[in-house]
Nanobody
Framework: QVQLVESGGGLVQAGGSLRLSCAAS????????MGWFRQAPGKEREFVAA????????RSADSARGRFTISRDNAKNTVYLQMNSLKPEDTAVYFC????????????????????WGQGTQVTVSS
């Protein structure tokens, strides 16, 4: 069983920054691919960014590229999402997710690629 707990969300003005964290339980965190997704009201959950177990490969959605950076610290069992130049359209609940048995060298971009999910943290960007 893996537990994921997100933190770092909040209210920020457009152009501001936030750093989300996701703390994971489990002794084998360093073997998991990790991802960040978001879901706005009335919309489907969408991919934001993902990182391999080693941190060697990252993937980002077009909407996040150049503004958001995913990273991880396996010694702390934590994955991060640094979000800069935030826009009102980034407003959503942000979820982290873990792929416990990666089958592909690249981390997945679909919700179905992940086995465990956190409860989410709200990010609100005001204009």
């Amino acid at each position: 069983q893996v537990q994921l707990v997100e933190s770092g969300g909040g209210l920020v003005q457009a152009g501001g920054s936030l750093r989300l964290s996701c703390a994971a339980s489990g002794r084998t965190f360093s073997r998991y691919h990790m991802g960040w997704f978001r879901q706005a009201p009335g919309k489907e959950r969408e991919f934001v960014a993902a990182i391999t177990w080693s941190g060697g490969i990252t993937r980002s959605a077009d909407s996040a590229r150049g503004r958001f950076t995913i990273s991880r610290d396996n010694a702390k069992n934590t994955v991060y999402l640094q979000m800069n130049s935030l826009k009102p359209e980034d407003t959503a609940v942000y979820f982290c997710a873990a792929d416990l048995r990666p089958k592909d060298p690249r981390p997945g971009t679909k919700p179905a690629d992940y086995d465990y999910w956190g409860q989410g943290t709200q990010v609100t960007v005001s204009s």
